[in-house]
């Protein structure tokens, strides 16, 4: 009852225990933690218990993920395995240009301008759960305002792209009236003119390499690999900011810390330069 829990607040902390030793993440149990204690304030509110239990017990330390990322040579591999694979043009596109899942699924035709040589990014799609359902949400929305940005369209993603819209245009004709006919301003849709789901991405990829014998990393982490690379070739943290699209740098620095590892590489080589050659980093 209510009334245990505020005696015994021991009774949440062993239950937080318990899912621990069951498998789940503290990141989990962290969220279990927050509806627990919103609820039991509520219960507060309206005079049914004198204080919140919830806020006598220790809640899990938060885990700091750390991403694996893709160096230059292993890029390279990929992308000689991708092709043909479903998931080729979404591991360019996050690869290369560093696009989110969302910006990537949500790319329409009239984003690129063949002319001028220009991607805009400025529509996405997500996944939701609305009313227990899982859905699809279109919008010409991105996740900051910061995300909305024209990157250049170089020639081998220009090659892609219009090799992608002949073969749209192939399989209409193929397919007739059973061709899906609601998505053709996007450009990441199937032969049926499906348009990919975000899911299939974050799903499909990992099994890929696993298929392929190849280092496991998260679709995401490709948009970190796109930004080691840079950083690497000496692109500073507020061009990789504005390339990838983040509010601030900041959040660009915070989420790739790591890559700071490779300046202090170059820092001892610059130390070391006195030394014989094998001994360099």
Request: hydrophobic share 35%; aromatic share 10%; glycine share 4%.
């Amino acid at each position: 009852t209510l009334q245990d829990m505020e005696q015994h607040p021991k009774y949440i902390q062993d239950f937080y225990q318990h899912e621990l030793d069951r498998g789940l993440t503290a990141n989990t149990v962290i969220h279990y933690h927050a509806n627990i204690r919103k609820c039991l304030q509520y219960a507060f509110q309206i005079g049914m218990i004198r204080s919140n239990p919830a806020d006598r017990v220790e809640r899990p330390r938060k885990e700091k993920f750390k991403s694996e990322i893709y160096s230059g040579e292993e890029l390279e591999q990929l992308f000689k395995v991708i092709q043909g694979d479903p998931s080729e043009f979404g591991v360019i596109m996050a690869a290369f240009y560093g696009l989110r899942r969302s910006e990537i699924v949500g790319l329409k035709w009239d984003a690129i301008d063949f002319e001028n040589k220009k991607i805009s990014i400025q529509h996405t799609v997500v996944t939701a759960k609305i009313n227990g359902t899982v859905t699809e949400i279109a919008r010409d929305k991105t996740k900051t305002k910061s995300s909305c940005r024209t990157l250049p369209l170089i020639p081998a993603c220009e090659q892609m792209l219009n090799k992608m819209k002949k073969e749209q245009e192939q399989n209409r004709k193929v397919c007739g009236k059973s061709y899906c006919t609601d998505y053709l301003d996007y450009i990441y849709v199937d032969p049926m003119g499906k348009r990919i789901r975000p899911d299939f991405l974050s799903q499909h990829f990992p099994d890929f390499l696993v298929a392929h014998q190849m280092k496991r990393i998260r679709f995401h982490d490709l948009r970190h690999s796109c930004a080691s690379l840079l950083y690497a070739n000496g692109v500073s943290l507020k061009e990789i900011q504005e390339w990838l699209g983040h509010s601030d740098t900041s959040t660009t620095s915070n989420i790739y810390t790591h890559l700071d590892f490779s300046s202090k590489v170059s820092s001892a080589n610059a130390i070391v330069r006195i030394f014989p050659e094998e001994t360099k980093v």
